[in-house]
């Protein structure tokens, strides 16, 4: 259907033949309600399922169909009689929003399933539900599923810059919003739509949290012209509206980023106090503009005080100071503000800071402000602890703020598969309140807790750069809506979505990506919690994808007598921002986990780890295994050549060679460099390299 890009996992490719006759009696008939905007889009991507799944184009009603073997019904109860009929009314009214309702039944003779739910926006979930099954080749004759999302906000962060059409750390061409060109609408939009709704996304923030553009020497300049804070004016109002109508459809409300200083900017104001009453007036007033536009609009998201960006610290007041002024405004119309936790500046260890900002305003924020903390405390690096504010904030909304595009993972390249990352964040046991206190508990708490995902997709036919890399954002929206799910399930239903059902092809894709975040993590780290060992310089596209550690010593720590930051008791003292017995358990080198020692040790290059190996060899062995892996998953890929169609496979074939190149790359730059400090070849004489 999609001619310029790639339909990802919304094929919908023919059932098999034994699948085929049952879904054809329940589903070639449809009854589904009308009338609202998301009621449309259920009918439309019915249409559209059915017809690739089935192999026939269906029959939509407006009243339950007579004399067929069967059909599927989609509405609430209130709206058809028939589903008040064939489910617990009352059960479906106490599903949350967003929740949905889905049974076989049988009704007046007919084989029927029905999906129901007590908002048409979990009518969109519940129907691309049941699509996820018969697409996955399941069953539909005995369904009794019923499902809630656990989190309630589930949000894609784009770090789009508008008007320019560019993506900050986007891999996937240029930005699919084109600012220029709306209000006019492109079908475009619809399908990505359907790709968030798809997984359970119901929020997309429009624009880069740099609401300036940083320009390309110190963080305090900025290129000049149009940017993200302009999208407040009535202009970008206009804009955001037409995108707005699109996503509705799907239950994805809008979300823009906005500038701190924006009065200023776009008012000529001489202040953006948040304690001056001309502000706060300016933003309560921008609030109902905004509304006006946009009756759905989520909010606001703010990186203040961070990178250059304007913030309270500008006329000395505090973050919560500074979203609160911001949420009053948008108070009396039911919207959020997030607030990011992003921050580091004038500390020797950056580790420590978001905590030391953050905890003491514990409770100042107001009910709708959510602190959105990334997942670790540094900045998105393969390998990371998480951060210590998941479990210090009571009395705090937090959101978990997780990178889908692969910044540091090898970028629209690498296959990195991250949803074995995020599973490890979401299942860590803080022990805020004794053993048994899940990270994801914290996101899940309340209504404006939730997961945000830095977007991935841009122009690119493939929408993430790399075919393989459609698979986190399946994921991502997955583990948002369910942080339960384990990884192999997802990983299964992604693979079968988006290649078929052949086995070996399954547990070929299935295996790649499974191996690849760890291979990602010894080639570029070493494994033993080392950050920061990456590019950083002028030309965008090598930054943070090629390594160059050298440009890091306040960050890995290493010397002549050994390598790592002492963020111990004795150190920096992050440490002891965990709750125990994580901080014990960290701060001591023979209890802390050997994939984050370095991340909270200095230690000799001569330390033995547990088996007796000492770290400087250690970091050699997985820098070179890092390699063997992935020069293994292209030969993996290259035995599916024939299985899986020439465009995918050629693709994926061509980054998997590239990735052995560069993560040779990487293996050679790092070992050279903890040879020329620690002055000790390696076992197997493979370093210094020759
Ligand atoms: C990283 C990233 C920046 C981004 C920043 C942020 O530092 O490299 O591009 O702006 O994170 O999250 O704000």
Not at 488 to 504: K, L, N
Not at 518 to 546: F, K, Q, S, W
Not at 669 to 684: M, R
Request: glycine share 10%; net charge negative; with cysteine.
């Amino acid at each position: 259907s999609l001619e310029s890009y790639d339909d990802c996992w919304l094929r919908y490719e023919p059932a098999d033949g034994e699948r085929r006759e049952s879904y054809r009696t329940r589903c070639e008939n449809v009854y589904a309600s009308v009338g609202s905007p998301e009621l449309g889009a259920v009918r439309d991507e019915l249409r559209r399922a059915m017809t690739g799944l089935l192999e026939r184009e269906p029959h939509l009603w407006q009243h339950p169909p007579r004399s067929v073997e069967g059909f599927l019904a989609v509405g609430t109860p209130d709206e058809m009689e028939m589903i008040a009929d064939s489910v617990s009314t009352d059960r479906v009214a106490a599903l949350g929003d967003g929740g949905f309702r889905i049974r076989s039944v049988e009704w007046e003779g007919a084989e029927c399933v029905v999906v129901t739910a007590s908002t048409d926006r979990g009518l969109v979930y519940g129907t691309f539900h049941l699509l996820r099954r018969m697409a996955n080749g399941h069953p539909i004759d005995d369904l009794d599923v019923t499902e809630e999302p656990a989190n309630h906000e589930r949000v894609i962060d784009h770090w789009d810059d508008p008007f320019r059409r560019s993506v900050e750390r986007g891999y996937a061409g240029p930005s699919i919003f084109d600012w220029e060109r709306l209000p006019d609408l492109r079908e475009r939009y619809v399908d990505y739509a359907r790709l968030l709704a798809s997984v359970g996304i119901n929020g997309v923030v429009l624009n880069n949290v740099n609401t300036k553009i940083p320009g390309r020497g110190s963080a305090n300049e900025f290129v000049s012209g149009k940017a993200g804070w302009q999208l407040l004016t009535q202009d970008g109002l206009e804009k955001v509206a037409a995108l707005a109508s699109v996503f509705r459809r799907y239950g994805v409300r809008p979300y823009l980023s906005v500038n701190y200083a924006a009065p200023m900017l776009i008012d000529d104001y001489d202040t953006a106090d948040p304690l001056d009453p001309d502000v706060e007036e300016w933003w309560a007033r921008k609030a109902e503009e905004v509304y006006d536009a946009i009756p759905d609009f989520g909010g606001f998201l703010v990186k203040a005080d961070s990178e250059g960006q304007n913030g309270p610290y500008d006329y000395d007041r505090t973050h919560a100071e500074g979203a609160n002024v911001l949420a009053r405004a948008l108070e009396p119309h039911g919207g959020r503000v997030w607030w990011r936790a992003f921050v580091y500046a004038d500390h020797d260890d950056r580790a420590v800071q978001a905590y030391e900002t953050f905890e003491p305003l514990d409770g100042e924020f107001l009910d709708n402000v959510t602190l959105q903390v990334k997942n670790g405390p540094i900045d998105f690096q393969p390998r990371e602890p998480v951060s210590t504010l998941f479990g210090a904030m009571d009395g705090t909304d937090l959101a978990c703020e997780l990178q889908i595009t692969q910044e540091y993972t090898g970028q629209g390249v690498h296959t990195c598969y991250l949803v074995p990352q995020w599973k490890e964040v979401l299942d860590f046991d803080t022990h805020a309140s004794g053993e048994g206190s899940p990270a994801k508990d914290v996101f899940s708490g309340s209504e404006g807790a939730g997961i945000a995902g830095v977007g991935v997709v841009g122009e690119d036919p493939t929408w993430t750069g790399n075919y393989l890399s459609q698979a986190n954002l399946y994921g991502f929206g997955r583990l948002a809506w369910d942080p339960d799910l384990d990884t192999e399930t997802v990983t299964d239903e992604w693979v079968r979505q988006t290649f078929g059902g052949d086995p070996a092809v399954i547990d070929t894709v299935s295996g790649i990506l499974h191996d690849s975040l760890p291979a990602t993590v010894d080639y570029e780290t070493g494994g033993l919690g080392l950050i920061h060992m990456m590019y950083n310089g002028e030309a965008r596209l090598e930054n943070h994808y090629d390594p160059s550690p050298a440009e890091w010593p306040g960050y890995h720590g290493a010397t002549e007598d050994g390598i790592g930051i002492d963020r111990t008791s004795g150190g920096s003292g992050y440490v002891g921002q965990y709750h125990e017995p994580v901080a014990e358990t960290y701060d001591d080198p023979e209890t802390c986990p050997e994939e984050l020692l370095l991340f909270f040790h200095h230690l000799p290059w001569e330390y033995e780890l547990a088996d007796g190996t000492t770290v400087v060899q250690r970091l050699y062995d997985n820098c070179f295994s890092g390699v063997e892996v992935v020069r293994d998953l292209r030969e993996r890929w290259q035995a599916l050549a024939g299985r899986i169609d020439d465009r995918r496979y050629r693709h994926v074939a061509e980054r998997l060679e590239e990735q052995v190149v560069q993560a040779e790359r990487w293996r050679d730059t790092l070992v050279a460099f903890f040879y020329e400090h620690s002055e000790i070849p390696d076992e197997h004489g493979r370093v210094p390299l020759t």
